[in-house]
């Protein structure tokens, strides 16, 4: 018996082995505890799996582990740590050969920034992964991906309270999930969410009707969030208390918040409480409706606290990455300058030898359009993407990209319609009568019949190109 005692130690440290197959199962794990919103649980084994990987350098354990760390911190509402241990993800995940970590990396730090309702900020990290996913080579990752990105640009329009926006991406991740011939869980869980946000746009503009067929359509995807259920709930309690059904609004409304609070949901958990205080009210039931007013205040005041204290590091955050493009920009100012300085130099040794030919004149042209032309395509694909997609946020990025566009139109003719002014910006982009009528859904005559009304509208003569004439309009 001793001896085996003493061989104990032993058998204990052959049990511990560490392999990448033995991290792989532990990260298993850690997806399930996430599942059901353990996240202290997680955020435990995570660490234990971060330094089990670093002892065997294990690419993918380390990059992993810190993901599912900064998504259980930026759960908890802890932004700082989840930023930290995104910043430590993105320096490891280069030496991963997975082409969505990018993505999954930008998803949460706009969650990050949408909690602390920096929507504009949170959308840009997703515009950004809406160019990245068109690069991913593998179908089913390019769908996923995409369908991810689309649901959180639906929520944070959903809090800006942009819910014809809200309603637009959703619908965006109905066509996504449609393409692929089989629904993965991933696509699935999309879909679901995609559909109860397209339900909460809905009981947001009061139109109860619309909101039933959009939750049980989500009802219907054969997929379960888990304690994540208490959105179902807790917007089939908002159509019940719609409808004056106060006694099932009220009965979908605990049920929401007894899942809420087991993953740990503090800011739904809020509205929830705020919902059932007022149905007492409703119902004349001033204690409960003093009671949930209770309950609201002080996780309010509880929530004001951590959303102060996050304020500031996630602003620390963001100015630390204004500060990259501002260096950038300072050193393409110094060589824009050195550049500048041996032009002139050049300039007046032509001018001195008297070396003006013709062909030398048109490719000194032909260089400085191609320098305007690279300035102007730094966000050339964004532009024409949402173009495609006829996305509402086309006209305000090309107006970000190209500033000088419209006000020199509206010089020329001050009453164009916001309609016209979106048509001349696919002409200027060179979209073609059939793409323009693709993009827009309508038929090429179409487009045509616009064409010769905006030529009598801009005195444009029929023997002049429209195409470079909306070049021009931008050049002069």
Known sequence: MRFLILLFPFFLFAQQKITPTVIDNRLEKSNALLFEGQTDNMIKLNLSILEDSKRINYPKGKVYACYNLALAFSMQYRYNKSNYYLKLMESEFKNLDDEDEEISMNLLYSMNYKGIKM???????????????????????????NAMTLV??????????????????????????????????????????????????????????????????????????????????????????????????????????????????LKKLLELYSLMSGIYEKTGEKDNEKKYALKYNTLNDSLKIIE???????????????????????????????????????????????????????????????????????AFEEVILLAKNN?????????????????????????????????????????????????????????QIRKNRLRKRLNISSGEDLYIWMKNVNSN
């Open 152 to 265: 959180e640009m639906a929520k944070n329009y959903i809090e800006k309270k942009s819910y014809d926006s809200a309603t637009y991406y959703g619908k965006r991740v109905i066509e996504e999930v449609k393409k692929p011939k089989n629904l993965n869980s991933g696509l699935n869980t999309s879909l679901k969410i995609a559909l109860l946000i397209l339900a909460e746009a809905k009981v947001k503009e009061n139109k109860i009707d619309s909101a039933e067929f959009y939750i049980k359509s989500a009802q219907s995807v054969l997929i379960v969030l888990g304690n994540n259920e208490f959105r179902t709930f807790k917007l089939l309690g908002e159509i019940n208390e719609a409808k004056k059904q106060y006694d099932s609004a009220i009965m979908d409304y605990k049920k929401a918040i007894d899942l809420a609070a087991k993953v740990k949901n």
């Open 308 to 378: 102060e204290a996050n304020l500031k590091d996630t602003v620390d955050l963001l100015v630390e990455e204004k500060q990259k493009p501002m260096e950038d920009r300072n050193n393409l100012l110094l060589y824009i300058i050195f550049a500048a300085g041996i032009v002139s130099i050049i300039f007046i040794f032509l001018v001195n030898k008297r070396i003006r030919k013709k062909n030398k004149i048109l490719n000194v042209k032909e260089q400085e359009t191609k320098v305007l032309t690279q300035k102007l395509n730094v």
């Open 119 to 145: 929507y504009d900020e949170a959308l840009k990290k997703l515009r950004k992964n809406i160019v990245l996913a068109n690069n991913i080579k593998v179908d089913s990752t390019r769908y996923s991906s």
């Open 391 to 447: 996305d509402p946020e086309f006209m305000t990025r090309f107006q970000e990209v190209y500033p000088n566009f419209f006000p020199k139109l509206l010089q020329i003719e001050p009453q164009l319609q916001n309609s016209e002014l979106k048509f001349c910006a696919l002409l200027f982009l060179n979209f073609s009568t059939k793409d323009i009528a693709t993009y827009t859904f309508v038929q090429p005559q179409s487009i």
